[in-house]
């Protein structure tokens, strides 16, 4: 399967823990995405990713959110000192540079307790 | 007011049917648009791209209307299995990020 990969699919936690979210990308995609999702809601854009460079963050990433991409390859985000608002669908997207067509990963569900 | 808005749903429609949904948008600088299709607790999947002059992709046909700034999706035909969430997608050039709408829930009925 070369489609875009999330790991875990599911997250449960405590309140306070922190958690990290892996996405790997179709490989000779070179923009990585970050969406969250809520129920009953489209997809809210968090940050993205062009190789290995942050290129744009949304103000809904707050300071305990980190996303990297050290390699260019995959990505990790972090979310620390988990909120129960925290709870959501983590979508992972990518695409050619240039190509605005976004091919998703199954996405992480999150859920704090 | 949203970016992006969607009647929510759900429509509920009997099989064989055709059914039609807008989505509007507030950003005349929106240059491209897509309608995605996501299924319960998965993950959204492009449907077909919106181009200006409109396109049909078998049973589905996809409008711009650049000047009241809205985009339709019709479905001819109906299937049980396109029971699913439509998502309205619009791209901004000013900062090259897709605008999600909330989606409109479709159930199509036996």
């Known amino acids: 399967d070369t489609g875009v990969s999330q790991d875990p699919r599911h997250k449960i936690t405590k309140r306070g823990q922190n958690v990290t979210f892996r996405c790997d990308p179709i490989s000779e995609h070179n923009r990585l995405y970050w969406y969250r999702q809520t129920l009953g809601q489209g997809p809210e854009f968090l940050t993205y990713?062009?190789?290995?460079?942050?290129?744009?963050k949304s103000r809904l990433l707050s300071d305990r959110f980190s996303a990297e991409r050290p390699k260019g390859s995959f990505s990790t985000l972090e979310i620390q000192r988990t909120e129960q608002g925290d709870s959501a669908m983590y979508l992972c997207a990518s695409s050619h540079e240039g190509g605005y067509t976004q091919y998703f990963g199954p996405g992480t569900r999150l859920t704090v307790l | 007011r949203k970016e992006v808005e969607q009647d929510p749903g759900p429509f509920n429609v009997p099989e064989g049917a055709t059914v039609a949904f807008n989505c509007t948008y507030s950003n005349s600088a929106s240059q491209s648009f897509f309608w995605y299709r996501q299924d319960c607790r998965k993950e959204p999947k492009l449907l077909m791209s919106v181009y200006s002059s409109g396109n049909e992709d078998g049973r589905f046909t996809a409008q711009l209307n650049r000047a009241s700034q809205y985009i339709s999706l019709l479905i001819r035909d109906s299937k049980l299995s396109d029971s699913a969430t439509y998502l309205c997608v619009v791209l901004s050039y000013s900062n090259y990020q897709l605008i999600w709408g909330a989606g409109t829930k479709l159930i199509i009925k036996p």
């Open positions: 990713f062009q190789n290995e460079a942050q290129l744009e």
